[in-house]
């Protein structure tokens, strides 16, 4: 994003949330400290928007959030043209950097609509000033629920609310966090209902609907008024599934039920016809989440595909276990990126492990828990304690002590703190708390360590703790605790994290490092093969997934399964064969998210990103130095940025530096979120800058300008380039056949 977008977004967030802090921003928007001043100084000094508070938290000090507009005047059910107009390049266009550039985007979106039921009827019970005051309670409670799983609402529509989830900030997991959160709207209205059924004489329900599509996402409005909004179908669909939801239910298309196929309980309805929609869609009723904490439990539970390599890994943690079983614990820090296969990895040794007959625990860190003190911790005792849904506390409470009665631990003392832990109201017969609060959260960690080490006596253990990237500060600060004491006991701790992680633990002679890398070139190859069952690909097929995956086995395996569903394959006894030309392979759906949250991450040189993608995977500091519209501090400071983030390596030093982006994958997210018109622009000037200054690259490299015309829309400039890289290619052909004979 610009800074002016960025400014936008976080006035937007500023204006609704009235409070937010400079950690929050800096985390939200992945600002360094340059940048927060220089917003800072916008927002504070020039426009007087807010105001400093002990250099801490910057509040709002602007006019009111301004009443909203109804439903009719933007609600996604109206109809609303299918396109607009596409910029298309002329010979007498002027040059990019000449012309404004547009904060619009392509971006696949996960959309929710949420709208009152009967609220007519509801209207008719109440005094406007009452229902005034309902409404407002409604969106209120929503409001907390997207915030938690950090959803952005776009509009508050009347009694209804449009949420985007990938839009400011992607996640690898937005339609998970969208079909989260129309379930917490409803368990959040429960809730409300009780205060209002007592002071009010009503109910409220709500209606829940879910899609996931492409959308352009931009400013839109005129005057004193402009909106980020998304075009495109995919809000329309959201609004008419709401329309198709039984009052507190939530619905969600074939496509959102696709990203988060086994994460939740579902059932297929009839497939209606959707007004404005050609084709029917298939519909689904999301009943509750399942029990399956990630998608690779959800794998799990329908097989995993062989594991491929890693055999030096696998042999390394046997050894660490072997010692730990005879009673010298380990820790091993396993550390990779996203899709490298830690988990493959990690259930590989669960499964060696329960072969032995030995116990295994797994914690999991989650990225909707990242403020909640031992989440893993709770979230473990509350599935060993066996809780049901409908249990009333003092049931729980009963259900703990009688856990508890089987260990060695002082009732007296431990089942008060636990009970405090598991957010219990006090045990009658116990005595009260009476500690500060530091005493009580360093007894409840000796006491839960007391509690695993004692398990542990019993029989050796593999405990396991994954996402630690996702950690909270006590989780860590426990695990630090285990750490100290692991040497002397039958366990070994196991921990994932992704390469920013940074362990806050000094090193041990017991605590190994791991870090995985991506597959080679043969190991690549021999998952296509193992993903397709063991029958062979086209030699172009499998030489494309190979070269666009880059050895990551989560993007091997989501691609090869994509050419598999396409219908671009036909299968034979013991292999494929094409059907057709082998088109370009698209991103699956299911990596987009992903790719995406790693870019928005850095959104404040994602422009960087975006040029450097269109000139290719590989490029010269020297050629996006003469295409980059802004100045030469900025263009290195991005640079910077996506280095250190390891979007792309560089070799050199500018001028004369060269960079590649690290996964074809992330290159061609980048270059998908521009507009079309964008990618049209920026093509023309790369090609007309070519020309102008690298006379010597027009000369050996004609296809690249053929190329750049082409995608710039140049047709007759294309065809000129394009016929003298054929005769460049034929002449060295025919002298090579010269040479040989």
Known sequence: MTFDEVLAHVLDLL??????????????????????????????????????????????????????????????????????????????????????????????????????????????????????????????????????????????????LLVYFGYPQAHEDDAARAVRTGLSIIEALSTLNSRLERGRGIRLAVRVGIHTGLVVVGTLGGGSRHEHLALGETPNIAARLQSLAAPNTVVISAATQQLVQGLFTCWEMHTPALKGVAQPLAVYHVRDVSEAQSRFEVAVTRGLTPLVGREEEMGLLRRRWEQAAEGHGQVVLLSGEAGIGKSRLVQELREHVGSAGAARLTWRCSPYAQHSALYPLIEHLQRFLQWQREDTPETRLAKLERKLQAYHLPLHDVMPLFAALLSLPPPAPYPPLALSPQQQQQQTQAALLAWLLEDVERQPTLLVCEDLHWADASTLEWLGLLIEQAPTAHLLTLLTCRPEFRAPWANRSHLTQLTLSRFTRPQGEAMVTRVASGKTLPGEVLQQIVARTDGVPLFVEELTKMVLESGLLQEREDHYVLTGPLPPLAIPTTLHDSLMARLDRLATVREVAQLGA???????????????????????????????????????????????????????????????????????????????????TVKTQPELLAHHYTEAGFNAKAMGYWRRAGQRALAGSFGFRRGVT
């Open 15 to 160: 204006q609704r949330q009235g409070r937010v802090s400079y950690r929050a921003l800096k985390r939200r928007f992945d600002l360094d400290d340059e940048y927060l001043e220089d917003l800072k100084a916008e927002i504070i000094q020039a426009q007087r928007l807010a105001v400093d508070e002990d250099g801490v938290v910057l509040v709002w000090s602007g006019e009111p959030l301004p009443q909203q507009s109804s439903p009719a005047a933007h609600a996604p059910q109206r109809e609303k043209p299918s396109g607009i107009p596409e910029h298309r390049a002329t010979p007498d266009s002027p040059p990019v950097a000449e012309r404004e550039v547009s904060d619009a985007e392509r971006r696949q979106l996960t959309v929710l609509f949420c709208d009152l039921a009967d609220s007519t009827t509801l209207a008719g019970q109440l005094d406007p000033e009452d229902l005034r005051e309902v409404i407002r309670a409604y969106q209120s409670a929503c409001a907390e629920v997207i915030q938690r799983f950090d959803g952005h609402i776009a509009q508050y529509l009347g009694d209804g």
């Open 614 to 696: 269109t000139l290719g995977r590989e490029f010269t500091y020297e050629l996006l130095q003469a295409v980059w519209p802004l100045d030469e501090e900025t263009l290195q400071r991005g640079l910077r940025r996506l280095v250190d983030a390891e979007l792309i390596y560089q070799r050199g030093v500018p001028p004369q530096a060269r960079y590649v982006f690290k996964h074809a994958l992330i290159q061609e997210a980048a270059y998908q979120t521009l507009l079309k018109s964008t990618r049209q622009r920026y093509h023309q000037q790369i090609a007309q800058v070519l020309e102008t200054r690298f006379p010597d």
